[in-house]
């Protein structure tokens, strides 16, 4: 078994991500923001600081997901951008144009991640194959 591709790659280490890293960003920036200039009884309030952490949530979940379930990732990082895509038809104000900027950055970044998982996807796919060719493998190896 120590040459035997896991049945299981190596996933997560999502903190790593730039991606996420600017997400937290966002996040964090969108909790001050929404504190400091929407009343916290407001919609906008809510629809801004959920769709702040559903960009963050996304990615994590997204990279925890991909050991077993590339579509799945693929998902998760596509419904991260399309939450802080959302942000950017809020309320805008001076300081939410900083946020903005850092947005357009962390999208930008995860554009770069879903081409690259994309590509990944085609060459190596998803869980199903890879159960299917350990299981070959083994199958191969006792007969």
């Given at each position: 078994?120590?040459?035997?591709?896991?049945?299981?790659?190596?996933?997560?280490?999502y903190r790593k991500l730039k991606s996420f890293q600017m997400a937290e960003i966002v996040y964090d920036a969108t909790?001050?923001?929404c504190n400091r200039f929407i009343s916290k009884r407001s919609r906008t309030h809510d629809q801004m600081v959920q769709a702040a952490r559903s960009g963050k949530q996304n990615i994590?979940?997204?990279?925890?997901a991909s050991g077993t379930s590339r579509k799945f990732e693929l998902k998760l990082v596509s419904v991260a951008r399309a939450s802080l895509e959302d942000m950017e038809q809020?309320?805008?104000?001076?300081?939410?144009?900083a946020m903005i900027c850092v947005i357009h950055q962390t999208n930008y970044l995860l554009d770069q991640q879903l081409r690259q998982l994309e590509?990944?996807?085609?060459e190596q796919g998803g869980f199903t194959e890879r159960l299917f060719r350990v299981r070959s493998e083994n199958r191969r190896?006792?007969?």
């Amino acid at each position: 078994m120590t040459n035997q591709e896991p049945l299981i790659p190596k996933h997560g280490g999502y903190r790593k991500l730039k991606s996420f890293q600017m997400a937290e960003i966002v996040y964090d920036a969108t909790m001050a923001f929404c504190n400091r200039f929407i009343s916290k009884r407001s919609r906008t309030h809510d629809q801004m600081v959920q769709a702040a952490r559903s960009g963050k949530q996304n990615i994590a979940e997204g990279s925890q997901a991909s050991g077993t379930s590339r579509k799945f990732e693929l998902k998760l990082v596509s419904v991260a951008r399309a939450s802080l895509e959302d942000m950017e038809q809020k309320p805008d104000k001076i300081a939410a144009n900083a946020m903005i900027c850092v947005i357009h950055q962390t999208n930008y970044l995860l554009d770069q991640q879903l081409r690259q998982l994309e590509k990944q996807f085609l060459e190596q796919g998803g869980f199903t194959e890879r159960l299917f060719r350990v299981r070959s493998e083994n199958r191969r190896k006792r007969f």
